[in-house]
């Protein structure tokens, strides 16, 4: 009985101990990851706007701009509403830093270099937040309205990444 007893505690304890090793982020840092999601994109948009070199690479930029800025203006709105203060966390770190890096990146570049660059980044960012969004975002977040938010953002970003790719596939021709 003894043993029993012991053995159902270091269970629970693993599955405790299992829990607080990889926990998901709690709705604060979820409403930070996707405002700085957005942000990103809308600053890597900018540059595109006015360093395309063609008109569909600066459309696709503005089409960013707008897209991702509207999604945060909705987030902002709805953690204001709800009253949570976005916390910064290691996701939206490294999602800055990323974001940083692809900008110093696109700066050395010009022409049809960058427009390549730019639509690399943009299939490769987009496929990488939609999998965000399936995997972390919407099964750990526990606010239903921010989930909602996340939810219906996800068919834009299915839809930005079938346009980069075929941007992608335009360019290289």
């Known amino acids: ?31 930070h990851i996707v405002v700085t999601a957005n ?11 006015k360093k395309g070199s063609t008109k569909d690479v600066r459309a696709f930029g503005k089409q960013m701009v707008t897209d ?7 987030a ?3 953690v ?3 009253h949570v203060k976005p916390e ?15 900008l110093a990146a696109l700066s050395r570049l010009k022409g049809k270099e960058f427009d390549q660059a730019y639509v690399d980044h943009e299939v490769a960012y987009h496929q990488a937040v939609i999998d965000a969004v399936d995997k972390t975002l919407v099964p750990n977040a526990r606010n239903e309205e921010l989930k909602a938010l996340i939810v219906k953002v996800r068919p ?7 346009h980069a790719k075929h941007l992608q596939a335009e360019l290289g021709k």
Request: glycine share 8%; hydrophobic share 45%; no cysteine.
């Open 1 to 31: 009985m003894r043993t029993h007893v012991f053995l159902a505690g270091l269970l629970a304890g693993s599955a405790v101990l299992a829990v607080h090793a990889q926990p998901g982020p709690t709705d604060p840092q979820i409403a």
């Open 39 to 49: 942000q990103v994109d809308i600053d890597a948009g900018k540059v595109a706007e």
């Open 68 to 74: 991702h800025t509207a999604v945060n203006k909705s």
């Open 76 to 78: 902002a709105a709805l």
């Open 80 to 82: 204001q509403k709800l």
């Open 88 to 102: 910064p966390n290691d996701t939206s770190a490294s999602l800055k830093k990323g974001g940083e890096e692809n």
């Open 156 to 162: 834009a970003l299915v839809e930005h990444l079938e």
